[in-house]
């Protein structure tokens, strides 16, 4: 069974950055693609960024500037790179992939971006 574990998270003042990571318990990545979501407690869930099979990226229109996503295969790990963080990126960010048709969600990390 795969197991997706965010980190990274934490609390960064306006203007600062974060690297958010996405570990994998088996060499899914260059087999699956991953997404980043993040959530505000009371709102919908948010896509924020895909990496597919190929490398090839996608971050939603609104953070393109400011937020990328890249794959580590030696790590096993996903990463987003969050530059120039606002408020309004608080939330909990959380990876996600489809093994066999079924979902899988990692518990997700904090993002407080706040002075």
């Known amino acids: 069974q795969v197991h997706l574990v965010e980190s990274g998270g934490g609390l960064v003042q306006p203007g600062g950055s974060l690297r958010l990571s996405c570990a994998a318990s088996?060499?899914?990545?260059?087999?699956?693609?991953i997404s980043w979501y993040r959530q505000v407690p009371g709102s919908e869930r948010e896509w924020v960024a895909l990496?597919?099979?190929?490398?090839?990226?996608n971050v939603a229109s609104a953070l393109r500037v400011r937020f990328r996503i890249s794959r580590d295969e030696a790590k096993n790990t996903v990463q987003l790179q969050m530059n120039n963080l606002k408020p309004e990126d608080t939330a909990v960010y959380s990876c996600?992939?489809?093994?066999?048709?079924?979902?899988?969600w990692g518990q997700g990390t904090q993002v407080t971006v706040s002075s």
């Open positions: 996600y992939t489809q093994v066999s048709g079924k979902d899988v």
């Open positions: 088996g060499s899914i990545f260059s087999h699956n693609t």
């Open positions: 990496i597919g099979t190929s490398g090839l990226t």
